[in-house]
């Protein structure tokens, strides 16, 4: 990324980072590869990320069009997903108040880059990681997501979303600090 995406606009800001999965996506040769989150595949990451945040904001009362099936296709289940998001984010809707019996009250765009945007954010890098890959991930918004994370960490991680951290040296890039922050260990690779 050659520049941050932390002064974008909710829709602007997942625009890019649902184009930067997307290219992970495109990326894949097989699917069935493991991911750096224990227990998951390539197509995992994919099916977590759609069906996740269709749960999310059905429990607020909104409802995204469904996408194809990720078990038959998930670039194309990816593509269907992140235009319908995207849709949601460019259309009259986004400035409504989204309640969530969890999260709290939003303004609907406010919602989704905050809960969703971010989490794409972070398995773009698990996705590049099962094909062997670096993700181009932007450092800033890296830190924007690794400083408000970290105030609530003992929520985030009763929650059972996130695993223990894995250590990292001090002077780690944000990148790597973030990986560890979520559970992941900033140095898995694919095995050969």
Partial sequence: MSTSVVDLTPAQRHRVIAAGFADEVVAVTDWD???PVDGWVARDVVDHLVEWVGG????GGVRLRPAPSVADDPAMTWRAHGAAVQALLDGPSADDRFC???AGEHRLADAVDRFYTADVFMH????????????????????????????????LR???QYGPAVPVPADADVITRLIGFIGRDPAWRPAS
């Fill in 33 to 35: 590869a493991p991911t």
């Fill in 124 to 155: 773009t890098w698990d996705l590049a990681s099962a094909s062997g890959r670096t993700a181009d991930l932007d450092p800033a918004f890296a830190e924007q997501i690794l400083d408000g994370m970290s105030g609530i960490e003992d929520l």
């Fill in 158 to 160: 009763s929650s059972g």
């Fill in 100 to 102: 969530h019996p969890v």
């Fill in 56 to 59: 999310f904001l059905a429990g």
